[in-house]
């Protein structure tokens, strides 16, 4: 009987204990490869803040008066970076919350075993990959990451345990004393010089563990004044150190900031289950490599939060708590964590195509490499005719899946490392179809060019569904007198630069709508010296297409005002920049004479070779050989000014200005000048503009330098002014064309303008010479355009996406005026205009690389030593 009772007790224990061997048994594996993208990242450090215990309606939510308790974090949202919501899984406590942001894994179920204080099996995360990790908080969190890390890189910095005091008189000490010891940190480091290099080494992790909030949840409930006041606590501490890091970094711009929570809280101040309270947690991050703010007008999400929160304008793109780790991995260029089964949102990344998909092709395999490692361990305790893969990841098919993603990568195609088959089978029967119904009725060749060259055209376009379905839901979301305005504004201006060649006048209409632009958007008010520059030189040059063409009427007293003009306003722009620059008088100085003395020397030549042809004396060879050398000098000498903004355009105008007045008979001398002037005034309107919009501008145009190599990271999403910055360039492209003449016919231009290099006919050399005065006022523009581009932080893909937009809607109306009827001159006028909207993209190219080129290169004389202009 005493046997059967023990038997009993052992087969209900063993029942009993089968449980936790069945159920919860770890399901993490070891013995993965780190997969990581070799490219460099964007970022050199990251900062970690995780708000114990933060709900994201409390974070997000404007208080009773409507002000943020957060005004920090909010501008961060508004201004620097993206946000959302990161959604948690249950249990929702802060070990496998914090597991989940800085390892990527959820929770491991074996810790049930741990009474859930820890975790039992050893696991890689975010500190462990880094180079060195600094952290600060509660000990229970920060000491589960330091345990068991290979090397010596991790260190923490707790408070006692003990503090940890549910019915302390004020436990926001717990956040205080993290801002605090972090600051003092950085100040002892100043003076250690082991510290001071580790802390500019790469790869580095700054974790800052926040439990105030958490605390003062428990003890007073979320809706409480203590719990409220500690966000507002919590938000001027992060506020001091972010400014703190980039006084220490000297604003280099390599840092990239994390703000998160790792789970939120009930009404009554508990935490644990599902209940969207706890499991609901804010999201933000700013820094290097992340996408800043992006305008919408509307946005599809189930809650009502975006009104509630009057954040309806601001792209919300929420995340899964897993997903925090892969992707400040990614920032700071370190593996992947081991076990992380999140994956990288690329939506935050602010970043190359190719680093995304290299990134994206590294998250992939780090996930799969866990799936072989674990179907490995599985074969070896299976017998092999028992043993079933699972067919959908089977050795070939991890193979082709790869082999494809990795070929797609190679060939730049960055959004089909994961295609849909379906869509592409689809055109491809598509294409099939049509070449068989041209086939049965013996259609010449070319035909088949017309009608298949839209199947792949169509097949690009559908394959960006989500781009239509947003613009169609941006479109139905506005009021439709909003949606009639805009249509008739694009109609009318595309009109009107059709009609611009074939009536001058239109242009002068265009710019005198210009003229308005700043009482449309209010800028009048915000910027009344900007907007006054702006309309007197739209109205000035407007003046320009109610001229005559050009070499009709020759005076050379006009092309004298001219280089007077240009004279004046240089000394006016010396006297300036010597009153602002200490160097200016002893660096640049001698280069702005330079300059003035090459003008003095074109009006000489043009006045005297003017004189000389007159008394039919023919051109003098000094007037010829200064003719070539201002010519060639003009490329030269603005590659010697600094790279800053209006510096180095003004230094453009001047020597291109230079080369004008040699190739000028009248009043089109002054139309670079003019137009000139209203392209400085386009580059301070559009920065006021930025600013109108709320979009953060961290320089004036005066400090602004030129760079070869832009920085992608800080490009910005498209918005609806982008589209009028498009129009713009195209409008100001067709007034050079036709400002001053009618380049569609080549007997508007007078040969006597290049009189002053040459008087024997050379069709090559005077056709050269022609063409470079017609395209300085497009290098002026392009140059100026480069400037918008720069301040704007407007993506160049973008700027020739709109623009090949507009040309070939104009395309369109020229294709239907072609003429194959009445004179040559109408015959060839009509193809020519065609020809130039068709071309409008490809010369746009061209003149983009010699823009960058006078507005990028530096060059420096042998001997003189190098200045850097902060």
């Known amino acids: 009987m005493l046997l059967f009772f023990i038997l009993g ?7 009993f204990a089968s449980i936790f061997d069945i159920y919860f048994t770890s399901p993490l594996v070891h013995g993965m490869t780190p997969q990581f993208t070799s490219l460099p990242p964007p970022a050199r450090r990251l900062v970690l803040f995780v708000a114990d215990g933060l709900r994201a309606d409390s ?29 948690t899984r249950v249990p929702t406590e802060s070990r496998p919350g914090h597991v989940a942001l800085i390892a990527g894994f959820y929770e491991d179920v074996s810790a049930v075993a741990k009474g859930w204080k820890e975790n039992p099996v050893e696991f890689d995360s975010l500190l462990n990959e880094s180079k060195y990790t600094w952290g600060w908080g509660s000990p229970d969190i920060l000491s589960m990451f330091a345990k068991d890390v290979s090397g010596d890189h991790v260190f923490i910095h707790t408070y006692d345990a003990d503090d940890e005091d549910f019915g302390a008189h004020d436990v926001t000490k717990l956040d205080t004393w993290v801002f605090d010891n972090v600051k003092e940190f950085f100040r002892a480091a100043r003076n250690n010089q082991s510290l001071f290099s580790k802390l500019n080494e790469e790869k580095i992790v700054f974790f800052l563990h926040l439990l105030g909030i958490d605390t003062n949840g428990h003890a007073h409930r979320p809706s409480s004044r203590e719990y409220k006041d500690n966000i507002k606590i919590v938000d001027a501490g992060i506020k001091e150190i972010v400014s703190m890091f980039k006084h220490f ?22 935490h644990g289950a599902g209940h969207p309270s706890e499991t609901l947690t804010p999201f933000v991050t700013w820094g290097a490599g992340i996408k800043y703010p992006q305008n919408v007008s509307t946005q599809q999400f189930e809650d009502a939060f975006l009104k509630e929160w009057k954040l309806e304008n601001w792209k919300r793109q929420d995340i899964n708590q897993a997903d925090i780790a892969p992707l400040m991995a990614s920032l700071i260029g370190v593996p992947f964590p081991l076990n992380s089964v999140g994956i990288l949102p690329l939506d935050y990344l602010n970043n190359t195509d190719l680093f995304k998909a290299e990134s994206i092709f590294a998250n992939a395999i780090q996930i799969l490499e866990q799936f072989k490692v674990k179907m490995t361990q599985k074969k070896e305790v299976t017998l092999s005719f028992l043993f079933t893969p699972f067919k959908l990841l089977s050795e070939s098919k991890q193979h082709n899946i790869l082999r494809k993603a990795r070929s797609y990568i190679k060939q730049r195609k960055y959004d089909e490392a994961k295609p849909s088959r379906l869509l592409q089978y689809s055109f491809v029967a598509i294409g099939v179809l049509v070449a068989f119904f041209l086939l049965i009725q013996a259609y010449p060749w070319t035909y088949y060019i017309y009608c298949l060259l839209p199947v792949p055209i169509w097949y690009a376009v559908l394959r960006e569904f989500q781009v239509i379905q947003d613009l169609v839901a941006s479109l139905l979301s ?53 907007s006054l520059n702006w309309i007197f030189f739209s109205l000035l040059l407007a003046v320009f297409p109610l001229m005559p063409v050009v070499g009709r009427k020759p005076d050379i007293s006009l092309v004298m005002t001219a280089g007077l003009l240009v004279l004046l306003l240089s000394l006016f722009v010396v006297a300036s920049l010597t009153k602002r620059k200490d160097s200016f008088v002893n660096e640049e100085l001698p280069l702005h004479l330079l300059q003035m003395l090459s003008m003095v020397l074109s009006m000489y030549v043009v006045y005297s070779t003017d004189n000389s042809l007159l008394k039919k004396q023919g051109l003098p060879l000094i007037n010829q050989i200064i003719s070539w050398i201002i010519l060639a000098s003009s490329f030269v000498l603005p590659l010697l000014s600094p790279p800053i903004l209006f510096e180095r355009l003004f230094s453009i105008l001047l020597s291109l200005m230079s080369t004008y007045i040699l190739l000028s008979r009248g009043y089109e001398a002054l139309f670079p000048l003019v137009l000139s002037c209203l392209m400085f005034a386009w580059i301070h309107m559009e920065q006021e503009t930025l600013q109108q919009s709320g979009v953060s501008c961290k320089q004036k145009v005066n400090s602004i330098q030129f760079i070869y190599n832009t920085d992608l990271t800080q490009l910005r999403q498209l918005c609806l002014d982008d589209i009028r910055r498009a129009f713009f360039l195209v409008f100001f492209l067709v007034t050079a064309f036709f400002g001053t003449g009618n380049i569609a016919s080549v007997n508007s231009f007078d040969v006597t303008s290049v009189y002053c290099f040459l008087t024997v006919f050379s069709p090559f050399i005077m056709g050269a010479l022609m063409m470079w005065k017609i395209l300085i006022p497009f290098v002026l523009v392009m140059c100026a355009f480069e400037a918008v581009q720069l301040t704007t932080q407007l993506s160049s893909k973008g700027l020739f996406l709109m623009v090949l937009v507009i040309s070939d809607i104009m395309a369109l109306h020229f294709f239907f005026l072609v003429r194959d009827y009445g004179s040559w001159l109408d015959i060839g006028t009509s193809i020519s205009h065609y020809v130039i909207v068709m071309s409008m993209t490809m010369v746009l190219v061209f003149l983009n690389g010699l823009a960058q080129l006078l507005t990028t290169k530096k060059l420096t004389l042998c001997g003189k030593p190098k200045s850097h202009l902060i």
């Open 9 to 15: 007790l052992l087969v209900h224990f063993v029942f």
């Open 59 to 87: 974070l997000y939510e404007l208080d009773e008066n409507g002000d943020s308790r957060a005004p920090f974090i909010r501008n961060i949202i508004m201004h620097e970076g993206s946000w959302g919501i990161s959604h």
């Open 478 to 530: 506005c009021p439709p007198s909003h949606f009639v305005g805009y249509l008739l504004v694009s109609t009318l201006g595309i009109e009107v630069l059709v009609l611009s060649f074939f009536y001058r006048y239109m242009l002068t209409a265009g710019l005198i709508a210009f003229a308005g632009w700043p009482f449309i958007t209010q800028l009048w008010t915000r910027a009344k010296r900007t």
């Open 249 to 270: 970094y000297g604003n280099d711009g390599k840092t990239a900031f994390v703000f998160t929570a790792d789970h939120g809280m009930t009404d009554w101040g508990v």
